[in-house]
């Protein structure tokens, strides 16, 4: 394990995948759908390339549980796409505060659909959490009675629920772990999620102009040098220590937002990132602590316990 450099792969990760978002929002008459096929379509040399040179094509591209493999991509394709359009209502931070909803998000799903257990301090994260959302959208309730208020607020409900897509993509994603390679993992999801987009195409592609163009395609091989530098930070380090450099994605975001695009943050979109932030360091915390127990527990005497 080498922590350091796993730190630093998913801090450029993060950073790759706001750079990637301002592009999409920067091509604002392109639609969501043509958006995610061309993140997808251009990422997917960069991943196959990526996947050749460890050695994992193409036995390390069989997949067993296509079910899941079919869950993930699709969940995490609408999730995409309505992220891309949330881009076109909201500030560029507040779209990434939104988003970081999805740890928590996660917890309740998994304890609705797969019966997990809420604990005093999950219970807690995930209460800090949604207040952190509601604080969020508060002036987006009070704005709407003009048409730009009620389009801020569109934007914020399209937002969350691409945050609860991606909450079901992990928890597929989760009930894959250890189930099925990486390599396939990563290589289908990029290939579902370039097919659904292009499955957009009959309801109203635009012709991009050349700037546009080259943004979308820029987009898509940073997308795909982002997904490399993800998959290849947790090979350095424990998902519980990477977890909490997430949230530099903020930091890009702040960033971008008000030098690009020239929107400053408020002071209840900061309050409500900083709860949800907080909620889901917790629970990053939390299940830190988890697994440490896991690995603790005695084994029966014979059973073999992998180093």
């Known amino acids: 394990m080498r922590p350091l450099r796993g730190i630093v792969m998913?801090?450029?990760?993060?950073?790759?995948?706001?750079?990637?978002?301002?592009?999409?929002?920067?091509?604002?008459?392109?639609p969501a759908g043509e958006a995610v096929f061309f993140r997808s379509a251009f990422a997917l040399p960069v991943i196959i390339v990526w996947l050749w040179s460890r050695g994992h094509l193409p036995g390390g591209l069989a997949a067993g549980h296509w079910r899941w493999h079919a869950l993930r991509g699709i969940a995490g394709t609408v999730a995409m796409g309505l992220s891309f359009l949330g881009l076109?209502?909201?500030?560029?931070?507040?779209?990434?505060?939104?988003?970081?909803?999805?740890?928590?998000?996660?917890?309740?799903?998994?304890?609705?659909?797969?019966?997990?257990?809420?604990?005093?301090?999950?219970l807690g994260a995930v209460i800090a959490g949604l207040a952190g959302v509601l604080i969020m959208l508060w002036p987006r309730f009070e704005g709407a009675a003009d048409a730009a208020g009620r389009r801020a607020l569109i934007g914020a409900m399209i937002v969350l629920t691409s945050a609860s897509f991606a909450a079901i993509a992990?928890?597929?994603?989760?009930?894959m772990s250890g189930m099925e390679k990486t390599a396939a993992i990563v290589f289908w999801f990029s290939l579902i999620s370039m097919t659904l987009g292009l499955a957009t195409l009959p309801f109203g592609w635009v012709w991009p102009t050349p700037r546009e163009a080259g943004f979308l395609i820029c987009a898509g091989i940073l997308g795909g040098a982002g997904q490399m530098l993800l998959t290849e930070s947790y090979r350095f380090a424990d998902v519980s220590t990477l977890a909490p450099f997430t949230y530099v994605s903020m930091i890009w975001a702040l960033l971008i937002g008000y030098f690009i695009f020239n929107e400053p943050p408020t002071i209840p979109m900061l309050a409500g990132a900083a709860l949800i932030i907080a909620s889901g360091l917790v629970?990053?915390?939390?299940?830190q602590r988890h697994q440490r127990r896991e690995r603790e527990k005695p084994r029966p005497r014979g059973q073999f316990r992998p180093e």
């Open 10 to 30: 998913i801090v450029l990760a993060v950073g790759l995948f706001a750079v990637m978002n301002s592009l999409i929002k920067s091509a604002p008459r392109v």
């Open 88 to 122: 076109k209502f909201l500030p560029f931070p507040e779209v990434t505060a939104l988003r970081f909803v999805t740890p928590v998000l996660v917890l309740i799903f998994a304890a609705i659909f797969l019966g997990e257990r809420f604990r005093l301090v999950r």
């Open 170 to 175: 992990q928890i597929a994603l989760k009930r």
């Open 283 to 287: 629970i990053a915390w939390r299940e």
